[in-house]
C-alpha cells in the first residue's frame, strides 16, 4: 500500500468554489510539502509544514497540519483558472532525509 | 528564479540511441541530487540518488546498466538513458536540496521530456 495517499486523484471544480485536497500519511511525518505542477513541467514548492497543528497560507492557499502529524489538507479558496494544474504532497519522515516520498497526486480543473 | 536547472527539455531520438540529461543546482552546492520519472498522469517515481564522488544509489527495480548516473561535481548531476527504447520515453526530473539552513524543500528542475522513436 501507499505510504503517502492524496484524495481525490482527481478534482473538478467551478471557478470561484473552494477546494480541498488531503494527503494522508501511514506513519508520524517530519516534514510535509506541498507542490504544484503543470503537466510536463517541473515542480513549483508552494509550502512546508512541520509542526504539529501548523498552518500557513499563501494568497488563496492553506495547507494546514494535524495535530499527530499524519494528515495535511490544502485548501484553495475562490478557485480561478490559474490554480489548475497537479497538486502534490512530499513526505520527510525523519531529520536530514534528503529524499522525498510523494503521493499519487491530484489533478484539478477549474471550469469558467 | 530557478534554482535547480535541467537540461535538455525535450529529446526525441531513434531506438538505440544514448541520451544524457544534466541537472545544475545553481545558488548551492549539492552532495546529493534525486532523479525521477513520471509516466502520463501519474505521481513521481525516484529512480535513484545522485551521490557526488560515489556511486549512486538505486531504487528497487530500476536498472542501473540502463540509467547510468554521474555527479562529477558539487552542482552537476548526469542521467545517461543508455541503448534507450521507446519503453523508456517518459517525463524525467531531477531535484536537490539546498543544504544550508534547516529543513529547506526540494528544488527540481523543469524536467526531460524524453521521446524514443
Known amino acids: 500500500s501507499q505510504e503517502l495517499e492524496q484524495s481525490p486523484q482527481s478534482l473538478i471544480v467551478q471557478e470561484g468554489k473552494n477546494l480541498t485536497i488531503n494527503c494522508t500519511s501511514s506513519k508520524t511525518l517530519y516534514g510535509l510539502y506541498w507542490y504544484k505542477q503543470k503537466y510536463g513541467e517541473g515542480l513549483i514548492f508552494l509550502m512546508m509544514l512541520q509542526k504539529g497543528g501548523e498552518e500557513k497560507s499563501h494568497e488563496k492557499i492553506t495547507a494546514k497540519l494535524d495535530e499527530k502529524k499524519q494528515q495535511s489538507s490544502l485548501h484553495i479558496t475562490a478557485s480561478q483558472p490559474s490554480h489548475a494544474g497537479i497538486y502534490l504532497c512530499?513526505?520527510?519522515?525523519?531529520?536530514?532525509?534528503?529524499?522525498?516520498?510523494f503521493g499519487q497526486g491530484t489533478r484539478l480543473t477549474i471550469n469558467p | 528564479g530557478a534554482v535547480v536547472s535541467q537540461h535538455p527539455s525535450r529529446v526525441i531520438c531513434k531506438s538505440g540511441t544514448s541520451v544524457k540529461i544534466e541537472c545544475r543546482s545553481l545558488?548551492?552546492?549539492?552532495?546529493?541530487m534525486f532523479w525521477y520519472r513520471q509516466f502520463p498522469k501519474q505521481s513521481l517515481m525516484l529512480m535513484a540518488t545522485s551521490n557526488e564522488g560515489s556511486k549512486a544509489t538505486y531504487e528497487q527495480g530500476v536498472e542501473k546498466d540502463k540509467f547510468l548516473i554521474n555527479h562529477a561535481s558539487l552542482t552537476l548531476s548526469t542521467l545517461t538513458v543508455t541503448s534507450a527504447h521507446p519503453e523508456d520515453s517518459s517525463f524525467y526530473i531531477c531535484s536537490a536540496r539546498d543544504p544550508r539552513g534547516l529543513n529547506q524543500p526540494q528544488h527540481f528542475g523543469d524536467g526531460t521530456r524524453l521521446s524514443i522513436l
Open positions: 545558488d548551492f552546492q549539492a552532495t546529493t
Open positions: 512530499g513526505a520527510d519522515y525523519r531529520p536530514g532525509a534528503q529524499k522525498l516520498v
